[in-house]
């Protein structure tokens, strides 16, 4: 395993930590995880069939109407009703939901007692505890009013505001919970360890998974209806004993249940054996993690940001609708905002980490190559680094060839220090203008520069850039020769050429060394007229084909050159230095004259001549014309 991949692994798994223990341990994110909990759970757990073996006898306001005062409540009328189910209807356990905290008429608490005691059948009464409110005055009564009778802590565990988790024995008292001494004394087996629970909604023509009906009307009640069942007593009113579940996300007469009703729906599972799925922990870690690590995989992919964001939202899309989807949640009830969290920070965290090291990439290959090459090229290799690799390809280019007439011996003559100097000055002052015309430094050859137009950036410009540079070149070296002395002497013209044509382009030599560089004939044609200045009186020399699609008025045609290691000749042209702008036409007419081989030329021509006695081009034509070479065909065998 690479280095990187060690990291980016560790990465993921600190952030796949950090998502749990975040969503685990923020107020808002765990609220925002058990919502999303409570809504599936809510909405798409199946409805139930009511329990067979739980029934709640409401205590309501009818119920209420008919007892001589509201609270607290008439332990007669409680006597009476342990008494009908224990010998009537021959229940299997009476589960009573009343807290007895305090006396009422003594005649009522003695037969209320007596009722428990000798039921014949298992009386569970629920009991309050301090954490309910309870001072320890009433917590004495309940205790003396209780004795010799089995009970059970009544308190609901609240998670997040809403009551989530059955739990066997009380968290603070220890003491054994109200629906857990009604299932051991109805013979049910009861976990003992916490279980969430499973609220369940009834089908749609039923008003809860088990089946309620009004206190009062106990008498009234088939005795098959209730015999060998678990029955409930508690108040269902809408002002005491009420707390909110999952169910309250769906609101109306879901928001609030009934402290016994959330009891009996305990029951109802436990007594059915269904439990509310769950993953566990280790599942869920790896669930964090597999998102943290596609995310860090996908930020870190070579691909466009139109690609990774559409992949993102797939990715994302598809697992919200899995974990929205009532079959996958049945099954397992997948994480939500964890491997959200990891895998939208994995994104993020890999995006600024890449951005961070792809900056200091171009920091240092701009630092190293800004002398070589221009920063648009740099930046290109940066986005296709394909263009580094070894090969080529063939391309369209231009190439400016340059060089300083009798550098050489000029050289021998002065101290090094000093010709280092002047060379610098003068070869920086190229490369500014090459680069700020997009073109690529491909070699240094003592006082003089390759320059390529096209490369590696493709750029369908690249004659009009190489011709801008070749003009600008000439004259920034004509202001520095003149300007600059050279141990008492001047530095020599430079010479230029210019050539535009289909050249071999990539990086050339080995794995550990190699170098980005153009091959080809018209790289050595473009040698051949920087050298050919020498012989035609030019500067600029510059191939007619290189300047076609721009305008000719601005170029000054020299003749046809047949150069060193080409058979065909090659039509060139220089820049208009030097000569005034009311003597270029009369040149542009000898120029034909001499061209279409008219007997006039060297007439014409010696009267030119006499107009322009400096016109190193005029007199050129005038030395071939005197010797009788005719046309404007020049043959050039020297280098």
């Known amino acids: 395993m690479t280095r990187d991949a060690i990291r980016y692994s560790l990465l993921a798994i600190l952030i796949s930590i950090f998502s749990l223990v975040a969503v685990s341990f923020l107020g808002p994110l765990q609220r925002s995880e058990q919502w999303l909990h409570d809504f599936r759970l809510a909405y798409l757990t199946p409805v139930a069939a009511q329990s067979e073996n739980v029934i709640v006898l409401a205590i309501n306001e009818e119920t209420l109407r008919q007892m001589p005062y509201r609270s607290p409540l008439d332990r ?77 802590s009544a308190v609901l565990s609240v998670e997040s505001s809403a009551v989530r988790t059955y739990y066997p024995n009380s968290p603070t008292t220890g003491r ?64 005491r004993d009420l707390h909110r579940t999952p169910l309250s996300i769906i609101g109306d007469e879901h928001e609030f249940m009934a402290g016994v009703l959330v009891h009996a729906q305990i029951l109802a599972q436990l007594s059915s054996g269904e439990r509310l ?47 929205f989807s009532p079959s996958v949640f049945w099954q397992a009830p997948l994480p939500l905002l964890e491997p959200s969290m990891g895998f939208l920070i994995a994104v993020t965290s890999a995006t600024a980490i890449a951005r961070k090291q792809e900056r200091r990439r171009r920091i240092f290959l701009h630092g190293a190559f800004n002398q070589y ?3 648009q090229i740099i930046d290109d290799i940066l986005e296709n680094p394909e263009h580094l690799k070894l090969g080529g390809e063939l391309r369209d280019m231009s190439f400016m060839f340059t060089d300083i007439a009798g550098f050489s011996t000029l050289a021998e003559r002065l101290e090094p220090e000093a010709l280092v100097g002047i060379l610098s000055g003068y070869l920086d ?40 540079c070749a003009l600008e070149v000439d004259d920034f070296c004509e202001t520095y020769r003149l300007s600059h002395d050279v141990g008492g002497q001047q530095l020599g013209e430079t010479r230029i050429g210019v050539h535009s044509g289909s050249a071999v382009v990539g990086n050339v030599g080995g794995k550990r060394r190699f170098e980005y560089t153009a091959h080809g004939d018209v790289v050595n044609t473009a040698a051949r007229l920087e050298s050919a ?26 003749g046809s050159v047949v150069v060193k290691g080409r058979s065909e000749p090659l039509e060139v042209v220089t820049a208009w230095t030097g000569i005034p702008d009311e003597y270029r036409s009369g040149y542009l007419d000898v120029f034909a004259l001499i061209e279409n081989e008219d007997p006039t030329a060297l007439e014409h021509c010696e009267r030119l001549a006499v107009s ?22 020049i043959m050039l065998q020297e280098k």
């Open 429 to 468: 002052g190229i490369v500014e203008i090459a680069l700020d015309c997009r073109g690529t430094i491909a070699r240094f050859m003592g006082d003089g520069l390759l320059v390529f137009f096209g490369a590696p950036v493709a750029d369908t410009h690249h004659r009009t850039l190489a011709v801008r």
């Open 277 to 323: 799925p769950s993953i566990d922990s280790t599942v869920a870690f790896a669930i964090v993690l597999s998102a943290a690590s596609i995310g860090l995989i996908l930020a870190l992919a070579p691909l466009s940001s139109i690609i990774r964001i559409s992949i993102a939202l797939f990715i994302a899309v598809g697992y919200w609708f899995a974990a």
């Open 76 to 152: 007669s009328f409680l006597a009476g009703l342990v008494e009908s189910l224990a010998h009537h209807h021959r229940v299997r356990v009476i589960g009573i939901d009343v807290i007895f905290d305090q006396p009422t008429i003594a005649d009522a608490d003695r037969q209320l007692q007596a009722a428990m005691l000798g039921a014949g059948v298992p009386v569970i009464a629920a009991t309050g505890e301090a954490e309910t409110g309870l001072t320890d005055r009433q917590l004495d009564f309940q205790a003396a009013f209780l004795d010799g009778i089995e009970t059970g």
């Open 612 to 633: 322009l006695p400096d016109d190193r081009i005029t007199g050129l034509h005038l030395s071939r014309l005197q010797a009788r070479q005719r046309g404007i065909t």
């Open 533 to 558: 200045n020498r012989h035609l009186g030019t500067r600029i020399c510059i191939s007619r084909d290189t300047v076609a699609d721009q305008d000719s008025a601005n170029f000054r045609p020299v």
């Open 176 to 239: 054994s919970s109200f629906v857990h001494s009604i299932a051991r004394a109805a013979g049910i087996s009861a976990p003992a360890e916490p279980l969430p629970i499973l609220f369940r909604r009834a089908a749609l023509d039923n008003a809860s998974p088990v089946r309620i009906f009004p206190a009062h009307s106990v008498d009234i009640l088939p005795t098959e209806w209730l015999q060998d069942r678990i029955v409930l007593v508690g108040a269902v009113l809408s002002d």
């Open 373 to 375: 090459v221009s920063a």
